[in-house]
């Protein structure tokens, strides 16, 4: 069993470390009443001794097994002995980042298993992200338990509120950490969040504290390694497909009618992609992952032009980091240090105006943008569903005793990851891969709208 940082440094080329830190031995026997029969219809506890296969690969009978324990995820689960006495913790939540459907039934996951099945009585809400862990911002706890969760599933947003940064001011948080005596600390945010979290671990190893920090990924674009869904993606997929939905309605229903909708996406067209093979109404879909051109032969508006011309209507779909390219770099960064975009939006509507206006060509374009829409939205019941399950294997994960560590789906299971190889790089849509392969024959669009060079 790997001890806090240690690393290995023994892993194949390709392959990340998966193993799992833990503070300690587990000696006290949990609350939840379990069975490791067979055939008795009572699930089992989880054992560390089980794995689940990250890269799944066929093995021929008669050959040895090629797996290393460090290239095997540990499933999620309860254990049969605990790290933390129930009645000695106190757990706190921290909600950071912008909103993201699903966010207070993940927080309702964590509470309701916390007080029902573990019997913790000190549960804390951290407000406004991590300003909420540095005094200087002078924002008090809020008490959290199964009467202030009930009902709070059934909206959008957070109860504890969001900001973004702050997830570098590691010794203070520290500090306060320790003099709140927190032992257990549930991380839900995305990339930055995470980053934060890995760092108030580095430091917590470093002062030999036994306080488990366990991240919940959030992120709606879909784009962290080693995620197989993020909760609330497929809510935001939902909600968008009522916009494309209606930017469809204007545009057929107008002379030449034009419908843009922008979606979140920053890095990653998840959302554009599955929202287009949703709808079968996108004519156009344009994606961080894939460049294109707007004018020339092959550019989007001529294609677009030939479009209306053949059907009188189009509607394309944008990621809103698609075609950055082309609008020029904004030079300003968010609070959690991205980049800040230039709308897509804005700038294909602007484009494309003038483009039809110098033919001329009469043309009738509507632009939405319903990403705050989205972004609030309560979570769908299967999100709901994902929710509750990542809430919580996230506290069976904190009270073993599990720390720097994120809960996630790979391969159809709940398994424990280590916080450093999720936030090592983005998932990305392969532009040769089935997915993209797929929006194109979709959409009946070009494979690429790039002018080819002629050298």
């Given at each position: 069993m790997k001890n806090h940082d240690e690393q290995s440094m023994n892993t194949p080329p390709g392959i990340p470390d998966?193993?799992?830190?833990?503070?300690?031995?587990?000696?006290?026997?949990?609350?939840?009443?379990?069975?490791?029969?067979?055939?008795?219809?009572?699930?089992?506890?989880v054992s560390d001794d089980q794995f689940v296969l990250y890269r799944i690969a066929p093995i021929l009978p008669g050959t040895p097994n090629p797996f290393k324990k460090e290239e095997l995820l540990e499933p999620a689960g309860p254990r049969e002995h605990l790290f933390f006495d129930p009645n000695k913790v106190h757990a706190g939540i921290v909600t950071c980042g912008g909103l993201c459907p699903g966010l207070n039934d993940v927080i309702r996951s964590v509470v309701m298993t916390l007080w029902y099945h573990y019997g913790v009585r000190r549960i804390s809400g951290i407000?406004?992200?991590?300003?909420?862990?540095?005094?200087?911002?002078?924002?008090?706890?809020?008490?959290?338990?199964?009467?202030?969760?009930?009902?709070?599933?059934?909206?959008?947003?957070?109860?504890?509120?969001?900001?973004?940064?702050?997830?570098?001011?590691?010794?203070?948080?520290?500090?306060?950490?320790?003099?709140?005596?927190?032992?257990?600390?549930?991380?839900?945010?995305?990339?930055?969040?995470l980053r934060g979290a890995m760092a108030l671990c580095r430091e917590i190893a470093k002062r030999d504290?036994?306080?488990?920090?366990?991240?919940?990924?959030?992120?709606?674009?879909?784009?962290?390694?080693?995620?197989?869904?993020?909760?609330?993606?497929?809510?935001?997929?939902?909600q968008a497909v009522h916009a494309v939905a209606a930017a469809h309605v204007e545009a057929h229903d107008s002379v030449n009618g034009i419908g843009i909708v922008k979606v979140m996406g920053r890095e990653s067209g998840f959302i554009a992609a599955h929202t287009t093979l949703a709808t079968n109404e996108v004519n156009f879909v344009l994606i961080p992952e894939v460049p294109f051109?707007?004018?020339?032969?092959?550019?989007?508006?001529?294609?677009?032009?030939?479009?209306?011309?053949?059907?009188?209507?189009?509607?394309?779909?944008?990621?809103?980091?698609?075609?950055?390219?082309?609008?020029?770099d904004s030079g300003k960064k968010d609070a959690s240090g991205n980049k800040k975009l230039t709308d897509i939006g804005l700038f294909l509507k602007q484009k494309i105006s003038d483009y039809f206006r110098s033919l001329p060509m009469e043309i009738n374009l509507k632009y939405i943008d319903p990403s705050y829409m989205i972004r609030s939205s309560a979570a769908t019941p299967n999100d709901s569903v994902y929710c509750n399950r990542l809430g919580s294997n996230a506290v069976h994960a904190a009270m073993a005793g599990k720390t720097n560590t994120i809960i996630s789906l790979v391969n159809n299971h709940f398994v424990h990851v280590p916080i450093a190889p999720v936030v090592s790089k983005r998932n990305k849509i392969d532009p040769e891969g089935p997915l993209w392969r797929d929006v194109v024959q979709a959409t009946g669009q070009p494979a690429l709208m790039k002018n080819m060079s002629v050298t």
């Open positions: 998966l193993s799992v830190s833990n503070l300690g031995k587990r000696k006290i026997p949990s609350p939840i009443v379990l069975s490791n029969k067979t055939d008795d219809y009572i699930a089992g506890y407000r406004y992200g991590y300003r909420g862990l540095l005094p200087c911002h002078g924002l008090p706890f809020m008490e959290l338990n199964p009467e202030t969760v009930s009902e709070i599933h059934l909206h959008g947003g957070t109860i504890l509120g969001s900001s973004r940064g702050e997830g570098e001011r590691v010794d203070e948080m520290t500090d306060f950490i320790e003099k709140m005596h927190l032992n257990i600390l549930f991380t839900i945010g995305g990339d930055g969040t504290l036994k306080i488990s920090v366990i991240g919940i990924p959030k992120t709606i674009d879909n784009d962290l390694n080693l995620i197989q869904k993020s909760f609330g993606f497929e809510t935001a997929v939902s051109d707007l004018e020339g032969e092959n550019g989007l508006l001529i294609h677009l032009q030939k479009r209306l011309e053949r059907r009188k209507h189009a509607v394309i779909l944008a990621a809103e980091g698609a075609g950055q390219d082309l609008t020029g």
